[in-house]
């Protein structure tokens, strides 16, 4: 088993330790203690918000429509308008 190196490479991916003991099943003081052995510091705030967004559930989609970009607005607005004229 490979726990190590794959500890390694998540934590230089960014994840915490809570994160990476979800991902590959192991208690999160394995990860810490496999941290410090490595040397390796941890996680940045934005890095383990990214990071952790699946496995954690933090961070999530919008609920609800998302906003169109201007250029799409102005796109529905003209075949409004298009489709007006025509009905009219």
Not at 35 to 41: D, H
Not at 51 to 68: I, N
Request: hydrophobic share 50%.
């Amino acid at each position: 088993m490979r726990v190590r190196a794959d500890i390694a490479a998540l934590i230089r991916e960014g994840h915490t330790n809570a994160s990476i003991a979800v991902r590959l099943g192991c208690a999160p003081s394995t990860v810490s203690r496999a941290r410090e052995a490595l040397r390796l510091p941890p996680a940045d705030a934005l890095g383990r918000l990214y990071a952790e967004a699946v496995p954690t559930g933090r961070v999530t989609a919008p609920v609800g429509r998302l906003p169109l970009s201007p250029e799409r607005q102005a796109a529905n607005r003209a075949a409004l308008l298009a489709a007006l004229r025509e009905a009219a």
